[in-house]
C-alpha cells in the first residue's frame, strides 16, 4: 500500500514537472528582437514617421557623400576641378581623361551604381503609404505634422528621382512599396517623360502640404516649386519652368544675401538658400565630416595639407574662360592653395573646426549643402525666359546675378545671351554640384569639350554608366546606358 | 569419455533427444541437442564455459525433458521457441542464495599489473549481486557458493568468468580489448552498445589523447576519426580551428567581414556531459576569440564519440546536420581516494621561416633588378636607402620575422581526486595550462575545475551533479587579426636595411607596459541528471543545466602607439547564458523470452540562451595611468549595450529494436521550434530510421572461424542548422547615433539582406550504408561507411533587385549542396596474441566530395569575393563551395613575337580593360573570351571576363594512421594525419612579388622586403637576346606597367596543398609497480611527447596545413609551432 502511495507520487510528480516546463516553455519561444526596432512594429506613431523622414534625409546626405559623389557628377564630371595624385582614380572623369566613366576603379560601387538611392526611394514609399494609416491623434502635430511629414517624403522622393534621371538616365521606377519580397516583378528602364510625369505630380502634391514655416534643412513648399521648376526645365518645358521660378521669387520670403555675407550661404539657414543638407558640426551629433568638403581646401584651412595632393583645386583652365572680368565674388570663392605652385582652390566650405585642440589632425568641416538656392533660381528664370523669347526680362534676371557678384551689366541678346547664363551659372554655382546638369540641360557640353561628339550626345554619353556586373545579377531587364556598351 | 548421438525422432514441437554424457560441458551437450533437433541456440549469457559440467543420459526423451535435465543447478537457464533454444541467466533473487553465501575477495589488475579500479565483479545470474574494485583494485563480495562463478568487466577491456570452487582469493588479469564493442555510446538519449548500434559513429577513448600538449581535446582528434576533417589554419594558442565533418555545408557570404575564420565551415553540434553547445552560438559572443571550448580540460575526456550519420544526428534535430559530437567526462570511482597527479612540461619551438634575402644580399638583389631593368634615367635617381651603404641608418640587416617569432613553454599540472561509498562517487580535478606562443606577447593559459558527483537517492533513484569552470586567458599580441599576427603585414615587411630604435624594440618586443589587452573567458556550467525507476521498464530522468560563458576583453592603447596621438580605452563584456531542461521518459522491455529486446524514449526538452553585451569605448583618455574607459570628453566616448535570447522547445521519440540481439531498427523523430524562425514556421522535423544486421550471428556464417564479426548498417534521415542570426525572420532597423539636424533617424537595414517572416529550418538529409567486419579473431576490424547529404534550402543571401533599396535578400534559398563520400577505418593487430611486443596500427581515412547540386534561377552561378579580393569564388553547379575561378597562367611572353595580335585591329594583346599593351616578359594569360584583352572581369555586363573555375580548397581525402607498440612496460605511439587533393594559393609569396613594384615609387621597392630570388629564373631583356630563351618567371622590373600582375587572380600562384605530416610521438614508460610500490604509490608512468614533428608536402609554403578554409596562404597567420615535452605522472 505504501509502496503504491510512493509510486503514484513519483508519476505525479514527473507529470508535474513535464507539464509546468511545457507550459512555460511555450511561451518562450515567440522572441521578437529587444535589441532594435523592426518593420512590424515600428509605423505606429508620428514620432517614429518623423525619424523615418530624418532618416531618408540622412541616406540622401550619405549618398552624396559616399566617395564625394555628389561633387563627381556635378563638379568633377564637368571638368571644373583639377585633381591632386591623391584621386588618380578620378582621373579618367575629367578631361583630360576624355570623361571616361566607365573606368572608375574603387569607385564603381558609387559612381556606376545606384542602390543607394533606392534605399531612399522605398524609405519615402515607407512614409507615404504606411503614415495614412496611423491615427491623427497618433501625430503630436495632429494632422497638421502628417500631412507635412508626408509631403516632405514626396518631395525627396521626386528629388531623388529626378537626381537619378539626371546622373544615369533612365531609371527603374517602382512607384509604391512592394508587397511580395518572394514575388517582384523584373522592372526595365522607365523612359524620361514618365519618370518626370511621376516627380511632377509628387512635387504638385508636396507644394500644397507643405508651407514655408520649416528650417531650410527640410523640405518646404518653396523647395517643391523650385524643384518643379528644375524639372520642367529639363523637360523643356520652359513656360512652366518659368511660371515655377516666377512663384519662388515673387510670392517666397527669400532673398538674396549681399556679397559681403555672400559666405553665409554655406554657413547655413541663409536668406537665399530654399533647401540644404546639415552637416553642421556640435558636439553630439556627428553630422559633419572630414572628408567632403575638405577635397577643396588646403592650409591654412586644413592645417598641414601644404601642396595640393590631397585637394581638388579648380582647374586653372576655368580661370582664363569665364573668370577673366574682374569681379568681387571671385575674391570670396577662390584662394591660393597653399604649395600649390599658382593654383587656386574653393573657399565656399570653409568653416573648418579643429573640435579637440589637442589633436590637430582630427576636425570637420561646418558647412550646409545647399541643395537649391535663390541664385539658382534667378539663372533658371534667366534661362527660360530666354527661351520663351523674353530676352531683356532674360537679362534683368542675368544681371541681378551679376550685380551681386559685381560684374558688369550684361548687355548682348543672342545666343550669346544663353551661353553666358551658362557661363554665370559655371561661375556663380562652382562646387555645389548642380554644373554638371546645366552642361547637359542647356547643350553646352559639344561646345565646350571636344569629347562630345555628336554621337555621344546622341547616344546620351553623359550619363553615367551602371555597374552590370552587379546589377544585371539583381534585374535580368536592367540595360546599360547605350554609349557605354561600346565605350 | 563417451558421446554417442543419434538422430532424434520426428515431430515438430516434439522433437525426440537421445544423449549419452558424462561430465561433459554443457555447451557441448547444447550443440549435441541442436544437431539432433535443427534448432537454433541463442546466448544471452555472455559466457557459459563455466557452466557446471553434466552427465546426462536420455533415450527419446523430449525436448524439453532434456534440456530441463540438462539446467538442473546450473546459473542458466533456458527457453524454447519454435525454432530456437535461448540460454541465459537465471534470474534468482538475491534473497534465496543469502542462506549460501560464502565470502570471496580478490583484486584486479590492467595488463601491466596495475590496479583496475572501479572494475564491476557480479555474481554469474545473480541479479544485483555486484562491487566495485576499489583504489587498489580490491573487492570483497559474497556468492552463491562454491558453484557460482563471477565474472569481472571494466570498460576497455574483455570480460573474465571465473568459476569460484574453493579459492577464496582471486587475483585477476585482464586483458585489454581492441574493438571496445562491448562499449556504450549514447545516441540521443538512448544508450546502445557499440555492437548494436545501427549508426555510424566513432568512439575515442579519454586514453588516446590524454597528456597530449594542445589546449583543446577538438585539435587531438586530427587523424583519429574517419570523415573529420581538422585543418589548423592557426597555430594561436587558445584559437579554434576548422572541424568539419563528411564535408562542408556552409557558405560564408563575406569572408572579409569573418572575424573567425572557423566560422567559415559548418561546425558540428557538442553535446558535453549532456549540455548541447551550439560553437557557431557562442562565436557569435565573442569578444576575445578565444575557442570556447578550449575550457575543458583534455585529461577530463573520458570519451568523445563523433556521430556522424542521420540516425544519430537527427535525434538533435535542428541541430545535428553536421554532425554531433559527445563528450563524456570521467566520473568518480568507488573505494577509498585515489590521487592522480599528472605534470608535463615542454618547449614550443618557432618553425622555419619564410626564406628571405638581408642586409648586403638584399641590397645586391634590388640594385640588380633596378640595374638590369631600368634605364639610364632611372639608373640616376636610386634612392639613397639603396645607395647610401655607409649610412647607420640603412646599413642594418634587420631580420624582421626575427623580431616577432621566439620559442616558449608549455606546461600542464593536473591533480584529481576520486573516491566513492555506497551513496556517492565523486571526482574532482584541477587543471593548469600554460602555453606560451611561439610569436611574441602571445599565449594561452587556463585554469580550470571539475567535480563530478553522482548520488544514489534510494534503489531506484540516482542523482548526479557535474559542476566545471575554468578561466581562460589569452595573450593577443600585438598583430591585427587572423591573417596578421605580427603588427606589421608578412607581406609587406620593410627592407632589412632599416633601423629599429630602442621604443621599437620595446614594442615589438611586448615590453610595452602601458599597452593592455585582457582577454579573459569564464565558463561555469551545472548539470544534473536524477534517473527514478517508476515501475517495470519504465523509467524517468529530469536533466537540466546552467551554463554561462563570460567573455570580456579590455583594452587600452597610450597616445604615443596611435599615428594621430590618441590613445583609447575599450571594454567588451559577453556574457552567453543558457539553460536547459529535459524530460525523459524511457521503456525497456523484452519480449518472448528476451528474443525480442525494446527500448523506447520520449523526451520533451527546451533550450534557452541569452545573450548579453556591455560595450564601453573612450578616445583621448586623460593620462597614460588610466588603463580604463574613464574620463573622456563626451564626444569620445560610446557606449552600448545589448540583448538577444534564443528558445527552442523539442519532442522526440527514439525506438530501438532487436530481434535476438542480430536483427536490429532503430528510428527516431524529433520536432523542434525554435523562436529563430517564423511565426508560423517554427517547428520542423526530423525523423531518422536506420537498420543492422549482425550477419555473422547467422547459423551459416557461424562456422566461418575468421570471420569474428560482421554486421551490416543503413540509415537515412533528416536533421537541420538553424541560423546564427537570433532573429533571423525579422527586418530590424537601424537607428544609429548619427542624426539629421538634430532629429534622431530611422531606417531599415538596407546594407543586410531583407528577410522574410516565413523562414525555416533548412533541412539535410543523409543516407549511409556501413559495414563492420571484424577479422581474424578481432587482428584486422575494417568499419566501411559511404554516406550521401545533402542540404536543401539553406538560409542564405541572394542578389535581389536594387530597386526595393536592398540588394540581398536572404531566404531558405532553393538550393542544394552535396556531401558524398566514404569513412574508411582499419585497425589490426599486427602480431599474435601471444607476442610480447604488441603493435597495433590504425588507419582512418576519409573521402569528401563537395559540390553544389543545384541554384535558384536556373541554376545560375554567382561569384564572391575572397579574403582580401585575391580571387573570385565562383559558385555553379558541380562546382565546391568556395572553389576558385582565376585567370590561367601560362608561362613567360619571351619575345614581343609570341604575344597575339588582334587580326581585325592589328593591335597586340592588351591588359587590364586595354590599358597595358603586352610586352616581352609579360605573363601569359589566356585569352579566355577572345576579345584580345586578358582581364579578370568586363564592364560591359559579362562577368567572368577571362576566368575560368580552377582550384578546389576543399581536401577531398583526410585521414590519419596511427601506430602503437607496446613492450612490457614501454609503449610508443606514432600518429600521422594527411590530406590529399586540395588546392592552395600561396597568397604570401604573391604580395611579396608584388613589393618589387613601385605602388608608391621606387621608394617603396628600396623600402620593401623581397623573395629570395636567386633561384628564380625571371626574364630580363639581356637574357631575351637568346631567341630561345624560355623564362621561368615574369619580368621583375621595378619600373615596369603594373597591372597587378602578380596577385594571385592567375593561377601563377596556386599549387597542391597535400601534405603527410608526423603529427604526434609519444615514449611512455611505466615503472614497475613493485619498485613504485615501496614508495607508498600506485603508480608512476614518464612520457614524452613531440608534436607537430615533420611534413612532407609539395608546395612551397612553410606548412601546406597552415592555409585558411579557403585555402589561401597568407603568410600573416600563426604558426603550428612544434612542440617537445615530457611529463610524470603519478597515482597514489
Known sequence: MMRKYIKQTWIIGVFAVMAATLLSCKKQINLAPENATYDEVFWVDGSNVDKALSGSYSMLRDAFRADNSYFIFGDIAANNFALGSDFWNYTSFIESGHFNFNYAPYLESSVKNWSRFYAIITQCHQIIDKSPGIPDSKFDGGAEQKKRLIGEAKFLRAYVYFYMQRVWGDVILTKTTFKDPQNIPPAGRAPESETLEFCLSDLQSASAMLDNSANKTHANKMSALALMAHVYAWKKDYTNAEKYCDSVIQDSPLALETIEDYKKIWEGNSQESILE??????????????????????????????????????NPDLENEIFSEPELRKGIIMEDAAGGGGLKILTKYTNVNYFDPNNSNSYVVSNNLVLLRLADIYLLRAEARYKNGKTGDALLDLNVIRERAGLADYEETGSELFDEIANERRRELIGEGCIQFDLIRMEQLPKLFSDYTIDRIAKKGYFWPLDMRTLLKQDELLTQNEWWNNN | MLAFLQAGASGYAQKKVTLSENNVSLKKVLKAITKQTNYDLVFIATDISNAKPITIKVHDATLDDALRLCFVNQPFEYSLDTKTIIVSEKKVTLLDEVLKAISISGRVLDETGQPLIAASVRELGVTGNAVQTNSKGEFNMSVAGAESSIVVSFIGYNSQTIKVGSEKSFTIKMQPNETILKDAVIIGYQKQSLRKTTSAVQMITGKQIENLPAPSFESLLQGRVAGVNIQNFTGE?????????????????????????????????????????????????????????????????????????????????SRGANGVIVIKTKKGLSGSPIVRLSYYTGVTQRPELQRTVAGAEERRQKMGLINEYGTFAQLANIPQMLTDSLNPSYNNATDWQDLFYKSGRVSNYDVNISAGTDIMNYRLSVNYYDEDGIVRNTGFNRYSMRGNFDFKLSPKATSNLVVSASRMNRKRGLGRGIDQIVPISASSMPASFVKLADADYDFYYGQYDKLRDDNQTDQISFYSQTDVDLFKGFRYSLQGSVSALLDNRDRFQPKELDANGVSFAESDHNINSSYYLANVLSYNKSFDEGKHNLNLVGIQSFDFTNVKRTYAYGSNIPTDDIHVVQGSPQRDVFGSSNLKKSAMLSFTGQLSYDYLGRYLLSASYRTDASSRFGKDTKWGSFPAVSVGWIASDETFLKDVKWLSQLKLRGSYGLSGTQPTDFYAPFNVWDTPQTTYDGSSVAMPSFKKPLTLPNLTWNKSSQGNIGADIYLFDNRLNVTVDFYRKETKNPIFEFDFPFYTGYTKLSYNVPMNILNEGMDLSIQTRNLGKESPLQWTTNLNLGYNKNRIGSLPFGNRSFSMSSRDFNQNLLFTVGSPIYGWSQMLYQGVYNQLTDIPVNPITGKVLTYFKGNYAGKAGFPNWKDVNGDYDVWSDEDKGAQDGDLVPTGDPNPRFTGGIYNEFTWKRFSLGVLGIFTFKRDIINTFLSNEYANVFNFGGIANFANSRLPDLSKVDY?????????????????????????????????????????????????????????VGRLGLKGVRVYGIMDNIMTFQSSNVPDAELVTPQGEYSGGSYPLPKKVTLGLEVTF
Request: net charge negative; hydrophobic share 40%.
Open chain 2, 1019 to 1075: 626574364w630580363t631583356p639581356t637574357k631575351a637576346l637568346d631567341p630561345n630563351y624560355k623564362a621561368a618567371f615574369p619580368s621583375l622590373s621595378p619600373y615596369s606597367d603594373n597591372f597587378y600582375q602578380f596577385l594571385p587572380f592567375s593561377t601563377m600562384w596556386n599549387e597542391k596543398g597535400d601534405y603527410f605530416k608526423i603529427k604526434t610521438i609519444t615514449v611512455g614508460y611505466q615503472l614497475d609497480p613493485k619498485l
Open chain 1, 277 to 314: 543638407l546639415n552637416m553642421k558640426y556640435d558636439a553630439i551629433s556627428n553630422e559633419a565630416t572630414a572628408d567632403f568638403f575638405s577635397r577643396f581646401l588646403t592650409a591654412p584651412y586644413i592645417k598641414g595639407r601644404d601642396g595640393v595632393n590631397s585637394s581638388w583645386p579648380i
Open chain 2, 237 to 317: 594558442p587558445g584559437a579554434r580551428n576548422t572541424f568539419t565533418i563528411r564535408g562542408n555545408t556552409t557558405i560564408s557570404t563575406d569572408l572579409n567581414s569573418e572575424i573567425d575564420l572557423a566560422n567559415t565551415l559548418s561546425s558540428p553540434l557538442y553535446i558535453i556531459d549532456g549540455i548541447p553547445i551550439s560553437i557557431t552560438d557562442l562565436a557569435g559572443s565573442n569578444a576575445t576569440g578565444s575557442n570556447a571550448i578550449a575550457g575543458i580540460n583534455v585529461n577530463d575526456i573520458e570519451s568523445i564519440v563523433v556521430q556522424k550519420d542521420a540516425a544519430a544526428t537527427a535525434v538533435w534535430g
